[in-house]
């Protein structure tokens, strides 16, 4: 799924927000991370075979461009800032009102 580190964690803290048991698996130490083949990078996973539909939506989603400040609105419900893309918030699941 995610390729690098940093979009690995913001992964599986989305997905955790939507309640879903996301964790990132690293299947290497992380010595020399920089030289390592993409294929190394850590990954994340979803525990409940169930919520992987849901789960690979909400990474389609996540991974249709990169995250643009300049597009992210803030949730009318909760006040999180959501990044473009997503048209609810995935906190509270308030509908984007922009
Ligand atoms: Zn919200």
Do not use: H
Not at 10 to 27: F, P, S, T
Not at 29 to 37: E, Q, R, S, Y
């Amino acid at each position: 799924m995610a390729r690098d580190a940093v979009n690995a964690e913001i992964v599986k803290d989305m997905l955790c927000a939507y309640g879903i048991d996301a964790r990132v698996e690293q299947d290497n130490t992380w010595a020399g991370a920089a030289a390592l083949p993409a294929s190394l990078a850590p990954r994340v996973s979803v525990a409940d075979p169930d919520e992987r539909p849901r789960a690979r939506e909400l990474i389609d989603a996540f991974e249709q461009g990169p995250v643009d400040s300049g597009n992210a609105w803030t949730c009318p419900g909760c006040s999180e800032s959501i990044p473009g893309q997503f048209d609810r918030c995935w906190l509270c699941d308030t509908p984007r009102t922009e």
